[in-house]
Nanobody
């Protein structure tokens, strides 16, 4: 199964911006949904941050609405998450998922990134 590679995390001050990116490491046919999740420190559950369909319909958690923007670059099946006006509460490990197919004869699966740390200092 192809792996998703995430990039762009790190440390930023409150009020700053950061952009996360995620793409399949190998051959990938296409996707129907891309989603970013966040796992806050000390919490076991991952919460949905933002999601987008291949048709461009996006949804956001209320806590990030008007601050985060999700998008994709179709030729690379690359997902990105632009995060502005970052707050310490945005700190966590961010995971991208892509629902899609590696090849036309294969089933549609949910592919997960390895997770990337985002730390927002106050």
């Amino acid at each position: 199964q192809v792996q998703l590679v995430e990039s762009g995390g790190g440390l930023v001050q409150a009020g700053g911006s950061m952009r996360l990116s995620c793409a399949p490491a190998g051959s990938f046919l296409g996707f129907t949904h891309m989603t970013w999740y966040r796992q806050a420190p000390g919490k076991q559950q991952r919460e949905l941050v933002a999601s987008i369909t291949h048709g461009g319909v996006s949804t956001y958690d209320d806590s990030v609405k008007d601050r985060f923007t999700i998008g994709f670059f179709d030729p690379e099946n690359r997902a990105w998450l632009q995060m502005d006006s970052l707050q310490p509460a945005d700190t966590g490990v961010y995971y991208c998922t892509i629902k899609g197919k590696e090849a036309s004869h294969l089933p549609e699966l949910d592919y997960w990134g390895q997770g990337i740390q985002v730390t927002v200092s106050s």
